[in-house]
């Protein structure tokens, strides 16, 4: 597979999360569904920084900067109510990861992390496409039907 190929696949399992963005409107970040602890703004942080996460360590993007707000708190803090700025860090991390895509060279190469053990690069890719996929399916929920 081309690297091409590699990106046409992350960027169209991405549009679970893109076509979402269009319509999301400010108001719709402090929502949460039930119990859930993750509002709408949480989600969408979380997923730019795990994707820059992803750009750096596991694909060698080195001129990532991440400051990884979601996963340092553990939790929802509240604070992630700017649409503009969430909206400039999924940007941010489309930018990057893409970059890194279209730089490798071996997919076959086996990356190793606490959080999911040992996967070969194209593995890697799957996991952070359905990750992305994965919490934008959750906010599409809780942007319909949360408060």
Request: no cysteine.
């Amino acid at each position: 597979m081309s690297h091409n190929e590699f990106v046409f696949l992350w960027k169209e399992g991405r549009t679970r999360l893109t076509n979402q963005l269009a319509t999301i409107r400010p108001k719709d970040l402090t929502k949460k569904l039930g119990e859930s602890p993750n509002s709408a703004g949480f989600l969408i942080r979380h997923i730019a920084e795990v994707e820059l996460l992803f750009a750096k360590n596991i694909f060698g993007n080195r001129d990532v900067s991440v400051d990884a707000q979601t996963l340092k708190a553990g939790k929802d803090t509240g604070e992630w109510t700017d649409l503009e700025s969430l909206k400039s860090v999924v940007e941010e991390a489309e930018r990057q990861l893409q970059k890194a895509i279209e730089n490798q060279e071996d997919w076959d190469t086996v990356v190793e992390t606490k959080e999911f053990g040992k996967k070969t690069k194209a593995e890697a890719l799957g996991r952070i496409t359905t990750h992305t996929a994965y919490h934008a399916g959750q906010l599409a929920i809780v942007v319909k039907y949360g408060i």
